[in-house]
T-cell receptor, first 114, second 114 residues
Framework: RKEVEQDPGPFNVPEGATVAFNCTYSNSASQSFFWYRQDCRKEPKLLMSVYSSGNEDGRFTAQLNRASQYISLLIRDSKLSDSATYLCVVNMRLGSSNTGKLIFGQGTTLQVKP | DTGVSQNPRHKITKRGQNVTFRCDPISEHNRLYWYRQTLGQGPEFLTYFQNEAQLEKSRLLSDRFSAERPKGSFSTLEIQRTEQGDSAMYLC????????????FGPGTRLTVT
C-alpha cells in the first residue's frame, strides 16, 4: 500500500467550477501535511500547508481529518491557470526534529476548460 | 537567479556508464534533498543533507547511487553502472532547517539510459 494515495484523475472541469481533491495517508505518525502544485514539465512548488482546523488561501481551501487520515483540497471558481497536477504531501517527524523527508502522492491532474 | 539550479538539464547515457549530476541550492539553505520522479508519479525521496552531513537515505538508493555535499554548499549525485530503470527526472530541493517542509525545487535533470 502506498503511503500517500490520490486519485490521479484527470479531472476535467469548466472555468468557474468548484473541484475537490482527496488524499489518504497510511502512517498515523505523519505530522505535517501540504499540497504542492506541479505544472507540466516543471518542478513542484508549495501551494499551501494543511491544518486540522482547515485553512483557506483565496480560492483554495485545505482540510485535514486526522482520525480518518484524510486530506482534501477545494478549488472554487476554477481558472484556466489552475490546470496542473496537485500533489498531496506528508512530512514525518523524527523525535523532536522535522526530518524534511517529504512523501508525495501520485498527484491529481486538473484540466480547466474554457 | 537565486533559485535552485541543476546541471545538466538533460543527460542521455548508455547502460553501464556512470553519470554525475550537480545541484546548487539557494545559498542560505542548509538542507538539501534529492528526489526521483518518473512519469505519472510523484517525486520519491532519495536522500537529504543538513550542511555537509547526509542524514537519511532511502532504500531506493542502491549501492550504485552515491551523493555528496562536501562543503555544505553544492551537492552531487552519482549513479554508477546505469540501468534502464534509472531513467527518470532527478530533482534537487533545498530548505531552511526550521522550514524543512517548504522545499524549493530545482528544474531537475532528466536522465535517459539507452
Amino acid at each position: 500500500r502506498k503511503e500517500v494515495e490520490q486519485d490521479p484523475g484527470p479531472f476535467n472541469v469548466p472555468e468557474g467550477a468548484t473541484v475537490a481533491f482527496n488524499c489518504t495517508y497510511s502512517n498515523s505518525a505523519s505530522q505535517s501535511f501540504f499540497w504542492y502544485r506541479q505544472d507540466c514539465r516543471k518542478e513542484p512548488k508549495l501551494l499551501m500547508s494543511v491544518y486540522s482546523s482547515g485553512n483557506e488561501d483565496g480560492r483554495f481551501t485545505a482540510q485535514l481529518n486526522r482520525a480518518s487520515q484524510y486530506i482534501s483540497l477545494l478549488i472554487r471558481d476554477s481558472k484556466l491557470s489552475d490546470s496542473a497536477t496537485y500533489l498531496c504531501v506528508v512530512n514525518m517527524r523524527l523525535g523532536s526534529s522535522n526530518t524534511g523527508k517529504l512523501i508525495f502522492g501520485q498527484g491529481t491532474t486538473l484540466q480547466v476548460k474554457p | 537567479d537565486t533559485g535552485v539550479s541543476q546541471n545538466p538539464r538533460h543527460k542521455i547515457t548508455k547502460r553501464g556508464q556512470n553519470v554525475t549530476f550537480r545541484c546548487d541550492p539557494i545559498s542560505e539553505h542548509n538542507r538539501l534533498y534529492w528526489y526521483r520522479q518518473t512519469l505519472g508519479q510523484g517525486p520519491e525521496f532519495l536522500t537529504y543533507f543538513q550542511n555537509e552531513a547526509q542524514l537519511e537515505k532511502s532504500r531506493l538508493l542502491s549501492d550504485r547511487f552515491s551523493a555528496e555535499r562536501p562543503k555544505g554548499s553544492f551537492s552531487t549525485l552519482e549513479i554508477q553502472r546505469t540501468e534502464q530503470g534509472d531513467s527518470a527526472m532527478y530533482l534537487c530541493a533545498s530548505s531552511l532547517e526550521a522550514w524543512a517542509y517548504e522545499q524549493y525545487f530545482g528544474p531537475g535533470t532528466r536522465l535517459t539510459v539507452t
